[in-house]
């Protein structure tokens, strides 16, 4: 059985930083584009980045690109996130995710993720 878990996010004051990790377990997913989507409170859940599975190639959402940064380590199974100069908007849950199929391309958003983490909340105050 596939899993993504999720590193415990946190409770940040804005201009801050935090760095969530996933790790991966039961397939691997060293080929597989891996990305971090966000659920705010009483929005729909939307795409944060993406990263290929080589991790040469990254793509990011408008609003975070330039304070986010997606990276992977294949041989550990693991997918990061680390997230400077957080917002109040940037407060949700955030969720690791994989691509359904293997070699993907990383700008692919649309019903391409199949396999995701339970979520981990991350809060940024004032």
């Known amino acids: 059985q596939e899993q993504l878990v999720e590193s415990e996010g946190g409770l940040v004051q804005a201009g801050g930083s935090l760095r969530l990790s996933c790790t991966t377990s039961g397939r691997s997913f060293s080929t597989y584009v891996m990305g971090w989507f966000r659920q705010a409170p009483e929005k729909e859940r939307e795409f944060v980045a993406a990263i290929n599975w080589s991790g040469t190639s990254a793509y990011y959402r408008d609003s975070v690109q330039g304070r986010f940064t997606i990276s992977r380590d294949n041989a550990k199974n693991a997918l990061y996130l680390q997230m400077n100069s957080l917002r109040l908007e940037d407060t949700a849950v955030y969720y690791c995710?994989?691509?359904?199929?293997?070699?993907?391309?990383?700008?692919?958003?649309?019903?391409?993720?199949?396999?995701w983490g339970q979520g981990t909340q991350v809060t940024v105050s004032l």
């Open positions: 995710a994989a691509h359904k199929f293997p070699f993907g391309g990383v700008r692919n958003l649309k019903n391409t993720f199949g396999f």
